[in-house]
């Protein structure tokens, strides 16, 4: 994809979102993976909130390599234990935190980096096998024990959808998931703030935005088919 190109698919997102968000604000992120460092600019150029990984070698390299600028980098992918170190403390909201384990282990290491690491629950709304994310009634649990952790601090919810066949098909997942949210967003608790709802790829984000997505992560709607 040229730079104009991006510039022009990164504007032409931003205005159907506008339309379809009914004056709500909306993040618009970049899914970066196996994208240029000169790619990855004109997006951010183009005006993106953010870019994202799903790869903690990839989003160390590029961190490393200075892809990103000073453009803010949040990561999205599964997060193994031993990888912990490449992200925590360097992305700015960590969308895949799926286990009470997994955030003790980013708690832990946000201590001893001295920082507090922003992250999002992770729901597997369409109850996929083999997926990753908590199990729908596995949020509650999560969301309290989030108080016993001072280093993190949960900003809100994430979904990977199933891949939808026919653009409206993620709709009720979409719908099910604002409703998660909605309810958490009035209970009190310690280190949880309902802000974020991260859900919407590039085959479904007007219908995530529809139902109430405020983040969208879109990767081959900005740059064109990937190439591995
Ligand atoms: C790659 C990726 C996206 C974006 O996917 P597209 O279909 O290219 O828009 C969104 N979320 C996650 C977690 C991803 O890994």
């Known amino acids: ?31 970066t993976k196996t994208r240029t460092a000169e790619e990855i600019q004109a997006a951010f150029a183009a005006g993106i909130d953010a870019a994202g990984e799903n790869k ?24 193994q234990s031993n990888k912990l170190k490449y992200v ?8 895949s935190v799926d286990s009470v384990p997994l955030l003790r282990a980013i708690d832990t290491m946000a201590g001893e980096r001295g920082v507090c690491q922003n ?18 009634e596995e949020l509650t649990g999560f969301l309290d024990a989030a108080a016993d952790f001072c280093h993190i601090k949960v900003m809100g919810l994430m979904t990977v959808a199933p891949i939808a066949e026919i653009p409206d098909e993620n709709r009720e997942y979409f719908a099910k998931m604002y409703q998660l949210f909605i309810d958490n967003q009035a209970e009190k608790r310690d280190n949880v703030v309902m802000k974020y709802l991260s859900m919407g790829m590039s085959g479904d984000y007007r219908a995530a935005i529809s139902e109430g997505s405020n983040m969208v992560r879109i990767g081959t709607g900005i740059f064109g088919l990937r190439q591995y």
């Open 56 to 79: 903690a070698q990839e989003f160390r390299d590029k961190l490393l390599s200075g892809a990103f600028g000073d453009g803010e980098v949040h990561f999205f992918g599964h997060l």
């Open 88 to 95: 925590v403390g360097r992305a700015a909201l960590i969308h």
């Open 1 to 31: 994809m040229s730079i104009m190109e991006i510039k022009e698919r990164v504007a032409a997102i931003r205005e159907e979102i506008a339309a379809l968000s009914g004056g709500r604000e909306v993040k618009l992120l970049a899914a």
């Open 119 to 136: 992250v999002l629950a992770e729901v597997n709304i369409g109850r996929e096998p083999g997926k990753h994310g908590l199990n729908p």
